[in-house]
């Protein structure tokens, strides 16, 4: 006769069944904003030079010691009900080597969406016009729960953004994906 499936024994104690870990207790909270690493083998160039350097400031943190986070701008045009719009966010990042040959800054990066594709934009530098320019092109597809969070995904350079890097990525070379959370994501996953 057939066991019930109720009666069957448990092979593995509970305390070692596969399922997500809890959150260490030290876990910073989730801020809303742009959680980016850039692109992990130019982060392993510029720290492999003796000179090599950064900066992050004007709004940009380093989260995690591995990812950028870009705040949230208040002039955000995104409407999560259509997925349409432009997310803005403020920071600064700057990286230097080569006794100053190199120079890249990823300051104020714009997501100019629209049915889940779109443009991922930087501030030009100071006194330029226009004043930004196109870095990739990206999609962006809801990541939730908690509603509000996005992953960029298949962010690949335009010409332009390859100008940035001197050339050495062609144009559609893949960065890293992102991630966006917005406030209201914040306050859902435990922020607020
Ligand atoms: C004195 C000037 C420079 C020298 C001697 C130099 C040297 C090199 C060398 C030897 C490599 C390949 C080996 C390695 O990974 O270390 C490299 C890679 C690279 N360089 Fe430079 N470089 C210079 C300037 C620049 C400038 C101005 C940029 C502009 C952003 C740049 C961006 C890059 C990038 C993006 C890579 C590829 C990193 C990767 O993904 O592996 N370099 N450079």
């Known amino acids: 006769m ?4 109720a009666e069957q024994p448990v092979t593995a104690p ?8 809890a959150p260490e207790q030290d876990a910073p909270p989730l801020e ?8 992990l083998a130019f982060l392993r160039y510029i720290f492999g030079q003796s000179d090599g350097r950064y900066s992050v400031t004007d709004g940009a943190e380093v989260v995690n010691g591995r990812m950028i ?5 208040p002039e955000t045009t995104f409407d999560p ?15 230097s080597a080569h006794h100053g040959f190199l120079f890249v800054r990823i300051a104020d990066p714009w997501l100019t969406v629209e049915n889940g594709a779109g ?4 501030a030009a530098s100071p006194g330029e016009s226009p004043d930004r320019f196109p870095l990739a092109t990206i999609n962006v597809s809801p990541a939730g729960p908690p509603d509000g969070a ?18 050495v990525y062609p144009p559609g070379e893949r960065f890293d994906d992102l991630i966006v959370l ?11």
């Open 150 to 167: 996005y992953v960029g995904h298949n962010v690949a350079l335009t010409e332009q953004g390859s100008e940035l890097f001197n050339e």
């Open 69 to 73: 986070r870009f705040v949230p701008d």
């Open 14 to 21: 509970v305390d070692e069944a596969p399922g997500p870990a």
């Open 119 to 122: 443009t991922l934009s930087l």
């Open 182 to 192: 917005l406030g209201s994501a914040s306050a859902a996953a435990g922020g607020g």
């Open 32 to 39: 809303p904003g742009l959680m980016w690493g850039i692109k």
């Open 2 to 5: 057939a066991a019930e499936p």
């Open 81 to 95: 009900a259509t997925g349409t719009g432009v997310l803005k966010f403020k920071g600064d990042v700057r990286f």
